[in-house]
């Protein structure tokens, strides 16, 4: 339900005074919908007000502006402006001081939260503890002599192994033959050919295939003396 006419010009006399600035019709009406105020009604209480004389108005074209009544108001002097403005740098000053004690209570807040409970302190020493006694258990198991990897898994990986150094021989050979057959009357200088084409021997990246074969024979000979 719509306010009565007197209590939609008590609403529009309100706001108007506390804006304090120039306003339209649209202005008004829109942040007055709270009220279920419709534009006509505003635009009637707005013109009734300025014709008795309790808000002023000017006219520009076809739109009218609307203004409070500036007699109303207690218009500072300057040693009073001055006094505020003054009372304002403090207020200002005091406010980023608040700001800034807000920060830093949030930042021991945030790093309060981020640091572990008494309870999982706790429990994070219990899982340290299992795991010192799994490394432990294992460490005597090894001077022991008891082997941990069973003989057919031993047996799979080297033959795995065996297998990727076979294929790594066979490449390797493949690409001599076909690099001595493409360079082998070339005029280029043949490193120089080589870094053109981004290839890398084994050397180049600090591995040899002759010492990666071994590993896999000291394997075998240290398993047969044990």
């Known amino acids: 339900m719509a306010p009565k006419s007197d209590n939609t010009e008590a609403i529009v006399l309100n ?9 339209n019709s649209q202005n008004v009406a829109d ?3 709270k009220y279920n105020l419709k534009k006509a009604s505003i635009q009637k209480a707005l013109d009734s007000l300025a014709d008795s004389g309790k808000i ?3 006219e520009y074209g076809k739109q009218k502006i609307y203004l409070a009544r500036q007699d109303q108001f207690n218009i500072p002097n300057n040693e009073e402006l001055a006094s505020m403005k003054e009372e304002n740098a403090k207020l200002q000053e005091h406010l980023d001081q608040q700001k800034k004690a807000i920060t830093e209570v949030e930042g021991e807040i ?18 340290l503890r299992k795991e ?21 898994e031993k047996k799979a990986v080297e033959a795995m192994y065996s297998e990727k ?23 280029k200088d043949l490193k120089e050919f080589k870094e053109e084409l981004g290839i890398e021997y084994d050397e180049d990246v600090g591995v040899n295939l002759q010492s990666v074969s071994e590993l896999l024979q000291h394997g075998k000979k240290r398993a047969r003396g044990q």
Do not use: C
């Not at 945030?110 to 020493?125: A, G, P, W």
């Not at 258990?137 to 990897?149: A, E």
């Not at 790594?168 to 360079?183: E, G, H």
């Open 15 to 23: 706001y108007v005074n506390e804006q304090n600035r120039p306003l």
């Open 165 to 187: 150094i076979s294929l790594w021989r066979r490449r390797k050979r493949m690409f001599k033959d076909l690099w001595d057959a493409i360079t082998e009357n070339s005029p």
């Open 56 to 58: 002023s108005f000017k």
């Open 110 to 127: 945030k790093s309060l939260q981020s640091n572990l409970t008494l309870e999982q302190i706790h429990d994070k020493e219990a899982k």
């Open 132 to 152: 010192v006694k799994e490394m432990e258990d294992k460490l005597v198991k090894l001077r022991g002599g008891v082997t941990l990897v069973r003989p057919e």
């Open 31 to 33: 942040s007055l919908q």
